[in-house]
């Protein structure tokens, strides 16, 4: 958030707005959390509609206090609320929520809770099939709980959507090794450092 005002004074220096969300911004750019907190949950209270995109941003501050549980609690009620207005929308129109879904399965791992890090995972894919970090994240999930094969499957399929991701190639090298197939895995590390 401090690089985001930083950005943002550079381009229109002091035309900030007063509004609650704003304050809650500026609040959390400047690292005064429960304070950012506090200001989201008061925009989101006053206009649930209008701020509903507020419970990211009181969720990224909730997660940097710590606070895992009601970090989900924000980001399942955007979720839901995504869902409301997609189903309710005359326009055929979708937006995807697999960056969202992901944010649940990451505050899951973060909690150690790979059953629900793992279903939100499915539900990012099933939102976006092409959504690599997903399979990223699911391999990483697989390797830690011993189904390497499981793991080497999910880099594979990461790989097939993004060849070029170093990050990927190098855990997917690490799986093939795991899985004692040392020639691809050397591959996938040269790919890496390529």
């Keep these: 958030r401090a690089l985001e005002a930083l950005i943002w004074e550079q381009l229109v ?4 707005r007063s509004d609650v969300a704003t304050r809650g911004f500026l609040a959390h750019a400047q ?8 200001l989201y949950a008061r925009a989101i209270a006053l206009d649930p509609e209008k701020y509903a995109w507020v419970r990211f941003s009181r969720a990224a501050a909730l997660v940097s206090l710590q606070r895992y ?12 609320h995504e869902r409301r207005t997609a189903e309710a929308s ?7 929520l ?10 899951y791992a973060a909690r150690n809770d790979a059953r629900h890090a793992r279903e939100a995972l499915d539900r990012a894919l099933l939102e976006n099939l092409g959504f690599y970090p997903a399979r990223l994240l699911l391999g990483r999930l697989s390797l830690a709980t011993g189904d390497v ?15 070029d991701d170093a990050v990927l190639r190098l855990d997917y090298g690490r799986a093939l090794k795991r899985a004692r197939r040392p020639d691809e895995a050397l591959e996938q590390l040269r790919k890496a450092i390529e």
């Design 98 to 107: 697999e960056l969202l879904e992901y944010s649940m399965a990451l505050l």
């Design 13 to 16: 220096p002091g035309r900030w």
């Design 149 to 163: 094969s499981g793991a080497v499957r999910e880099f594979q399929l990461g790989v097939d959507v993004k060849a």
């Design 31 to 38: 690292g005064r959390l429960d304070d950012a907190v506090q």
């Design 69 to 80: 549980d009601s970090a989900a609690g924000e980001l399942t009620q955007l979720i839901e």
């Design 90 to 96: 005359v326009l055929p129109q979708y937006e995807s």
